[in-house]
């Protein structure tokens, strides 16, 4: 058996260029797919604490919110026919107002710097969204944010 020396040994260990490199479609498919995957599942919370139902009131001047990580959405609907509201947090059906306090307690308890965002249909009374608002006072949530749009969707 011939041994061999120095370059010649690293020569024959050296496999030949290949002579066209080929693009590899597979491995990318699956990184998109991955991604797309990725930024379905982010985006679907968010989708999933809105509600359809509701209309928003209208605000020219609107701002867009700041990211906030302890945000609670409250979503109040209003049925003309029974004159009643309707709270909804994390897809639970509140009956009254006074209702959702230990729930927002609990949020507060998790993250002190929670915010809530109220997502009121439009024909929601006032009187009902002042004793929502008190009882997020009583949670001891200081900061609370309306969702508006800036253009009438009819």
């Given amino acids: 058996m011939k041994r061999l020396k120095g ?10 260029p290949e002579a066209e490199p080929e693009f590899q479609i597979a491995p990318m498919i699956d990184i998109l797919l991955v991604l797309l995957v990725f930024f379905m599942s ?27 990580p302890g945000q609670v959405i409250i979503n109040i609907t209003w049925s003309e026919t029974n004159n009643v509201g309707s709270i909804e947090i994390d897809n639970e059906v509140f009956p009254t107002p006074q209702h959702i306090v230990r729930k927002l307690q609990d949020k507060v308890m ?42 009438d969707a009819k």
Avoid: C
């Fill in 42 to 68: 982010i985006s679907s919370t968010e989708a999933l604490q809105s509600n359809k139902e509701i209309d928003l009131p209208v605000a020219r001047e609107a701002k867009k919110p700041k990211e906030n």
């Fill in 110 to 151: 998790a993250t002190p710097q929670t915010r809530v965002l109220i997502r009121a249909d439009r024909t929601v009374r006032y009187s009902y969204m002042k004793e929502v608002m008190r009882a997020v006072a009583q949670a001891q949530i200081p900061n609370i944010t309306f969702s508006v749009v800036d253009k």
């Fill in 7 to 16: 370059a010649a040994k690293r020569n024959a260990m050296r496999n030949a």
